[in-house]
Structures are given as C-alpha cells and as structure tokens.
C-alpha cells in the first residue's frame, strides 16, 4: 500500500512538473476521459495541437517517472 501511495504522489509530481497547456490536455484525456475532439473544442485549438501537446506531455510524464522506476509494475518498466 505504501509503495502505491509513493508512485502516485510520484505521478502527480511530474504531472505538476509540465506546462499549462500539455497538463491540461494530459488530464482532460488520460484523466477524465475525454476525446481528443471535445478537447480541442474546449481548447478553442486544433486536434493535431491536443494530439502533439498530448504526446509530448506523456513523453515527459514517462521520463520523470524513470526516477522511481523501482516503484513501477514490471509491464511498465522501460
């Protein structure tokens, strides 16, 4: 339980970590769940904006967590 409670504050922090624009569009698709569309709609922007902010938010997410890569589940390890 405290290794699931460490990865999550983990996750939240290289979350905070981004910019406006990719935490907004991480969150509103990976977090709430909404389609890319209805983001950009939202947004007042273009879907390839949302899809290329959105890749380069988890990319970074992906980089930040390899700090504590001991506290990933072994799928998720690079």
Known sequence: HLQAS???????QCI????T???VVLVMSDVEGY???DIADHL???LGT?????SRAR??????LQAVRELLPDEYRL
């Open 6 to 12: 460490e990865l999550q504050q983990a996750i939240q």
């Open 16 to 19: 905070d970590a981004l910019n």
């Open 21 to 23: 624009d990719q935490r």
């Open 35 to 37: 389609p890319y569309q």
């Open 44 to 46: 007042n922007t273009q």
């Open 50 to 54: 949302v899809k290329s902010r959105l």
């Open 59 to 64: 990319a970074s997410v992906r980089q930040c």
